[in-house]
């Protein structure tokens, strides 16, 4: 184990064995194995977003297993789904990496400006098919936002009893904030303290602009003179609101875009003190080998600023 897996394992102090166990199998599987960094595919968008928004593009994606065999194949840390795409490949691939069930979906069918995804799996489905973690999206800022911290809350204790991590997709989006500030600096490192407090152990934000949504925040990032300017700058600000950087904060993908992009937005990410990324439509929308080499240079800028100790 290396002096960085132990030094966060730490942080974890009242967990049990099992759920540091699953921690240190995440952190330690794949190309940044023992790094303290992490790359993970997420494949929910065929729930979220629909099957042809997320794989027509790539029509090997329609297949279940592609995914598997994508994220075993580049090296990734984890594989994360909802019920269905696990179900479908978690027997064959058992043990070859990481997985992580996603207990909540909501799909892009039902129009409302507030988000209120169902619970479509079970702590006992993961175990059952071998998971190391949950995953659970909450939307701070949807009018349902009570209502999904009320059930991670069970899912959560219950997952810790039975030895699982606890991911956290930390997503503000609904009617309490503007569409321009779902990615607002203070929303974002809001979002992350949140799930920091609803005891996540991996937190999932996006990447945060330089905008400022709430006029009170506005006030404290003027005054305290809180940098701003580069997306390095942010991303640190967020590390920091999730316990001081004492919970492993990783940042997500987006829609496709170009290479250059993809690779410029990691540097950001990577030289503000994140612990990796979540990168799945910019991985499994493009041809198989592009997709694994594009997450090889993603991981190779992580490994730059991971340590083996
Ligand atoms: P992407 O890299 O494809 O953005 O995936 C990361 C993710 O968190 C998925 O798990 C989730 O389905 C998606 O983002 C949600 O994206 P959006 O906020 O655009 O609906």
Known sequence: MSKRVKEILSWYSSDSPGTRA??????????????????????DQGFEHGPARSFAKNSAGYDPRYHFELAIDAGCNAYAAPLGFLEAGAAEFAGDIPL??????SDSLYGGSDPAPAVTGSVDDALRLGCSAIGF?????????????????????????????????????????SKKGETALDVVAYAAQVAAQLGAHLIKVKPPTDHIEQEAAKKVYESEKIPIGTLA?????????????????????????????????????????AFGSIVGRNSFQRAKAEGIELLHEIMDIYAQHGDVG
Do not use: C
């Open 233 to 273: 700058d942010r991303v640190r600000h967020v590390v920091q609101s999730a316990f001081a950087g004492r919970r492993i904060v990783i940042f997500s993908g987006g829609e496709a875009k170009g290479k250059d992009a993809v690779l410029e937005e990691i540097r950001g990410i990577a030289d503000g003190g």
């Open 137 to 177: 999206t909450i939307y701070p800022a949807s009018a349902a936002r009570n209502e999904m911290y009320q059930q991670i809350r069970g899912l959560g204790e219950e997952a810790k009893r039975k030895g699982l991590a606890v991911v956290i997709w930390s997503y503000p989006r609904g009617s309490g904030i």
């Open 100 to 105: 992580i069930l996603k207990l909540n979906n």
């Open 22 to 43: 699953n921690i240190a199998r995440i952190l330690n599987h794949g190309r940044l194995g023992g790094t303290g960094k992490v790359v993970i595919l997420p494949v």
